[in-house]
């Protein structure tokens, strides 16, 4: 069947045309997709899967029999859809919106925590050699202010976020290695083959993610939450970023109170050096 593009019929409407040739288990997912079409822009093909009571290659081959690439293509051109039929009026000010948006995306990955997840990843990372963190995107800013932070506290660590140097990186990993895989979806395919190969040379896998049930987690050892899902139109965007920022700041943090004399001296030390070069 002919791709779908972004010109062509809406999801809805593809869906309606072609639902008297689907299977019981089509037509499970089709009902679950009107009846939640806000929720399903916010789920992982995993927890589509689950919500419709269906196995995972079922609903893929679902959206591919519709035409689609697969659950990520139908997913963009659905939120167009219910973006642009949607009714909502915001009665605050944008800048209160922003500010609400971040204050809750923070206060709802504080209730989500879990402590003894967050106290292993500190644990882990505190006995590693080397810590390589992987992110693509705007995951991959992030990524960049944890290689920052850990560096300012004494640990050896390094971001990598072109896909093909991951891959090189992964496979020379072995079992003193610490990974930390940054990724909103936890779909996304480049990260979630790289982690692979990292748990394959037997590496510890700390995965930040928004959903606790996706391709990435299968592989980790550590699993920290954030809670600012996004849909497929609002990709990259900042608040999902600070609650990334936020789990990272608890890490960090964590792991200067565990040696707190070394990341002192270090610190001092980066401070000393760098004010060497400023007029």
Same mark, same amino acid.
């Given at each position: 069947?002919?791709?779908?593009?972004?010109?062509?019929?809406?999801?809805?409407?593809?869906?309606?045309?072609?639902?008297?040739?689907?299977?019981?288990?089509?037509?499970?997912?089709?009902?679950?997709?009107?009846?939640?079409?806000?929720?399903?822009?916010?789920?992982?093909?995993?927890?589509?899967?689950?919500?419709?009571?269906?196995?995972?290659?079922?609903?893929?081959?679902?959206?591919?029999?519709?035409?689609?690439?697969?659950?990520?293509?139908?997913?963009?051109?659905?939120?167009?859809?219910?973006?642009?039929?949607?009714?909502?009026?915001?009665?605050?000010?944008?800048?209160?919106?922003?500010?609400?948006?971040?204050?809750?995306?923070?206060?709802?990955?504080?209730?989500?925590?879990?402590?003894?997840?967050?106290?292993?990843?500190?644990?882990?990372?505190?006995?590693?050699?080397?810590?390589?963190?992987?992110?693509?995107?705007?995951?991959?800013?992030?990524?960049?202010?944890?290689?920052?932070?850990?560096?300012?506290?004494?640990?050896?660590?390094?971001?990598?976020?072109?896909?093909?140097?991951?891959?090189?990186?992964?496979?020379?990993?072995?079992?003193?290695?610490?990974?930390?895989?940054?990724?909103?979806?936890?779909?996304?395919?480049?990260?979630? !083959?790289?982690?692979?190969?990292?748990?394959?040379?037997?590496?510890?896998?700390?995965?930040?993610?928004?959903?606790?049930?996706?391709?990435?987690?299968?592989?980790?050892?550590?699993?920290?939450?954030?809670?600012?899902?996004?849909?497929?139109?609002?990709?990259?965007?900042?608040?999902?970023?600070?609650?990334?920022?936020?789990?990272? !700041?608890?890490?960090?943090?964590?792991?200067?109170?565990?040696?707190?004399?070394?990341?002192?001296?270090?610190?001092?030390?980066?401070?000393?050096?760098?004010?060497?070069?400023?007029?």
């Amino acid at each position: 069947m002919k791709m779908r593009s972004i010109n062509g019929p809406k999801p809805s409407i593809v869906m309606e045309q072609n639902k008297h040739d689907f299977t019981k288990s089509e037509n499970k997912i089709y009902e679950y997709i009107l009846a939640n079409p806000e929720q399903v822009l916010y789920h992982s093909l995993t927890e589509l899967s689950e919500a419709s009571t269906v196995a995972e290659a079922t609903v893929l081959r679902f959206f591919r029999k519709l035409g689609y690439k697969g659950f990520q293509d139908f997913k963009f051109l659905f939120a167009q859809e219910v973006a642009a039929e949607s009714n909502q009026h915001y009665q605050e000010s944008y800048m209160e919106r922003i500010r609400t948006n971040m204050v809750q995306a923070i206060e709802d990955t504080y209730d989500i925590l879990d402590t003894q997840s967050l106290e292993g990843c500190i644990n882990a990372i505190d006995r590693c050699q080397d810590v390589v963190i992987f992110g693509i995107g705007s995951s991959g800013i992030a990524g960049l202010d944890m290689q920052n932070r850990l560096m300012r506290i004494g640990k050896n660590a390094s971001i990598i976020t072109d896909p093909h140097f991951q891959v090189m990186r992964a496979s020379a990993l072995n079992e003193k290695s610490v990974v930390v895989a940054i990724s909103l979806t936890g779909s996304t395919k480049d990260i979630v !083959d790289t982690v692979q190969i990292a748990k394959e040379k037997k590496a510890t896998v700390i995965v930040l993610t928004n959903y606790v049930k996706s391709p990435l987690t299968k592989y980790a050892d550590y699993i920290l939450l954030t809670s600012a899902k996004e849909n497929p139109l609002d990709s990259g965007s900042l608040v999902s970023k600070i609650t990334q920022l936020y789990l990272i !700041d608890l890490i960090c943090t964590g792991l200067t109170m565990k040696n707190y004399q070394e990341a002192e001296k270090v610190k001092m030390e980066i401070t000393e050096n760098i004010a060497s070069k400023l007029y």
